[in-house]
């Protein structure tokens, strides 16, 4: 069989295929630079495909229902004739060898679904490489026509900083509890959230459930307030049962109308696009410094001043770069 050409890859994925789809995402994510450079080529074609979907964050810590909630909502979205993508980002995978995120066994409905494609962990050296990556399985889903992309993240720290910078919307799950729980939360992924769901209300009377939103309410007083001209909304629900869930789906569909019409979506995602330039900056300065045969040579040069300590690393590497860039 011959081996299939940019264009045939790039209408395959615009028909919808999925293993084109799942191709073109592993050709992104390859640490190989012709697989990469295919994957550019390709996303170059698909451009004009893509920016039409809803990017929804979800995050939440560990155990707090994001995979379940996926399933929950990945289905009811469905019912409604949407076609839902599902990434995972995980920034702490390559340590942990393997994620736990975008977990198929607790998406079964989801991920048996013609009209939803889930996809683990992205995988990559650095953060920025992730963010590419992902932002790139991103655009890849939108070009095969699927129209809501969920990109599930765990609430620990730096990854939703991440997440929120390939998004539109950022929704947090959150256990109903006592005020203890809610101080684990960090005030940084507060202030990014537009809809905090209060999840597995199934388990807990309804007073602990009361009480939870209006501690949550009283520390959301405290935040400044969004860009995007939204007011956070604190909704409860299960992702069990389905409660909430449309609920959550009607606040999101008010926020895309709020910031469609004040012009902070446009503004946004601008932002996103020209943070990009600087992911892809540091990433093309690293490889083509390391792809230049005399820098392994370079170094090792160095090596002996460094171990006497005449040199410090940072003279290294600027060495490295004023010597193979000398017009920088
Ligand atoms: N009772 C109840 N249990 C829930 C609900 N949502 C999730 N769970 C349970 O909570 C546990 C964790 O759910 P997951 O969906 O895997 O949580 P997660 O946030 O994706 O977890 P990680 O991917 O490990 O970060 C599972 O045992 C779920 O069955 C809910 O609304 N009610
Ligand atoms: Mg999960």
């Known amino acids: 069989m011959k081996t299939p050409t940019v264009d045939d890859f790039a209408n395959l994925i615009l028909s919808g295929n999925i293993t084109a789809l799942s191709k073109a995402i592993t050709l992104a994510e390859s640490k190989k630079i012709e697989h990469q450079m295919m994957a550019q080529q390709l996303i170059h074609q698909l451009l004009s495909y893509t920016g039409e979907s809803k990017r929804i964050a979800i995050t939440g810590v560990p155990?707090?229902?994001?995979?379940?909630?996926?399933?929950?909502?990945?289905m009811f979205l469905i019912e409604k004739g949407h076609k839902v993508a599902v990434l995972a980002v995980d920034p702490s995978s390559t340590l942990s060898k393997g994620s736990i995120l975008g977990d198929k066994t607790r998406m079964e409905d989801l991920s048996r679904s013609s009209k939803a494609y889930i996809r683990p962990s992205a995988t990559?050296?650095?953060?920025?490489?992730?963010?590419?990556?992902?932002?790139e399985a991103l655009l890849l889903c939108e070009a095969a026509g699927?129209?809501?992309?969920?990109?599930?993240?765990?609430?620990?720290?730096?990854?939703?900083?991440?997440?929120?910078?390939?998004t539109d919307f950022f929704l947090f799950i959150q256990v109903s509890g006592t005020g203890d729980e809610l101080q684990g939360i960090k005030r940084g992924i507060m202030e990014m959230a537009?809809?905090?769901?209060?999840n597995k209300i199934d388990l807990y009377n309804e007073k602990i459930v009361t009480d939870t939103r209006m501690n949550l309410n009283r520390s959301l007083q405290f935040l400044p307030s969004k860009p995007s001209g939204w007011k956070r909304k604190i909704l409860k629900g299960s992702?069990?049962?389905?409660?909430?869930?449309?609920?959550?789906?009607?606040?999101?569909?008010?926020?895309?109308?709020i910031t469609r019409e004040n012009g902070y979506l446009d503004q946004k995602r601008w932002e996103q696009k020209n943070m990009r330039i600087d992911d892809y900056l540091e990433e093309l300065i690293l490889l083509k410094l390391k792809n230049k045969s005399t820098i392994q040579s370079q170094i090792n040069g160095l090596k002996r001043d460094l171990r006497e300590n005449k040199i410090s690393p940072f003279e290294i590497a600027k060495k490295l770069i004023?010597?193979?860039?000398?017009?920088l």
Not at 65 to 71: D, V, Y
């Open 146 to 166: 699927f129209d809501i992309i969920l990109v599930e993240t765990v609430g620990v720290g730096q990854s939703e900083i991440l997440v929120d910078s390939i």
């Open 194 to 198: 537009d809809v905090i769901f209060l």
């Open 322 to 327: 004023d010597e193979n860039f000398p017009n």
């Open 63 to 74: 155990g707090a229902g994001k995979s379940t909630f996926i399933e929950s909502f990945g």
């Open 239 to 257: 992702a069990y049962t389905n409660k909430g869930i449309s609920e959550v789906w009607d606040k999101i569909l008010e926020y895309y109308e």
């Open 124 to 135: 990559g050296g650095s953060l920025g490489g992730i963010t590419a990556r992902t932002s």
